[in-house]
């Protein structure tokens, strides 16, 4: 199982990215969905999460009204549209799901993609 994350870039302040992030490999289910972001503190903070019904989401404070986190369950693929970006929003974002793989007997783990940087910068 691997996640790829795609989307970053710089961005003026203001603006707009997209992120997206596709579960692959041996999956028999996606359970929570998400990003986080590592800024120049280095710690990891979450971003926004989404359960496996896809009606649940949660954001930190500071996204709130902002970005947009979505996902295809079909696709296994979960996504961040990021609107009226800020300089603060300047960060490594990662990707994590909870995967159950096929032949695990049920047990979830928690993966991650590679980090994508966003830059809001003019």
């Known amino acids: 199982v691997q996640l790829q994350a795609y989307g970053g870039g710089l961005v003026q302040p203001g603006g707009s990215l997209r992120l997206s992030c596709v579960a692959s490999g041996n999956i028999f289910s996606t359970n929570v969905m998400g990003w986080y972001r590592q800024g120049p503190s280095g710690h990891r903070d979450l971003v926004a999460t989404m359960g496996n019904g896809g009606g649940r989401s949660n954001y930190t404070d500071s996204v709130k009204g902002r970005f947009t986190i979505s996902r295809d369950n079909a696709k296994n693929t979960v996504s961040l549209q990021m609107n009226s970006l800020k300089p603060e929003d300047t960060a490594v974002y990662y990707c994590?799901?909870?995967?159950?793989?096929?032949?695990?007997?049920?047990?979830?783990?928690?993966?991650w993609g590679q980090g994508t940087q966003v830059t809001v910068s003019s």
């Open positions: 994590k799901s909870v995967i159950v793989p096929r032949g695990s007997g049920f047990r979830s783990t928690a993966y």
